[in-house]
């Protein structure tokens, strides 16, 4: 071979290699910081009040309350369900932050669409499972059934 094809050789080797070293880094820094998010703007404030009702009106029998950290290095902690999509996961803008080397950044997602909660894993690593069978979309899941992610498990609870 001559010189010429030699060095070339080295060259797109060496194009390669800082290739996957840029990449590698890429995929540590957003492992690390997370995604950006979006700041979304703050609603306008109405005078009217809501009526004293709305204030201290209980939740349905049989509708969950509450998501709970039932097993793994969080057990105990819990976030009150509302109307927003709860994320939990490793980063600094879950709900529940959970300390998990088995978890994602941003790992799973619990939402609602008014009268059924979904669990839905959002690209994990380890992924997140319904009992031994891994979900890949989101599933509807009801109080009491254990999601589990990495070594972490959580319920609905009342």
Excluded at 18 to 37: H, N
Excluded at 109 to 129: H, K
């Amino acid at each position: 071979m001559s010189e010429l094809t030699l060095t070339l050789i080295k060259l797109g080797f060496l194009a390669v290699l800082w290739l996957f070293v840029l990449s590698a880094v890429s995929v540590i820094r957003s492992d690390i910081f997370g995604t950006k998010a979006t700041s979304a703007p703050k609603p306008a404030k109405s005078k009217q009040k809501a009526p004293a009702k709305a204030k201290n009106r209980k939740a349905p029998r049989g509708v969950p309350t509450k998501l709970q950290v039932v097993s793994g290095p969080n057990a105990g902690q819990s976030v009150p369900l509302g109307d927003k999509p709860i994320l939990l996961g490793r980063g600094t803008d879950a709900a529940i932050r959970l300390d998990d080397d088995y978890v994602s950044t941003r790992h799973a997602r619990f939402a609602t669409n008014g009268e059924q909660w979904f669990v839905e894993d959002l690209g994990s690593t380890n992924g997140t499972y319904l009992g031994s069978q891994r979900i890949t979309s989101p599933v509807p899941i009801g109080i009491g059934i254990a999601v589990r992610l990495g070594k972490t498990i959580v319920e609905l609870q009342k």
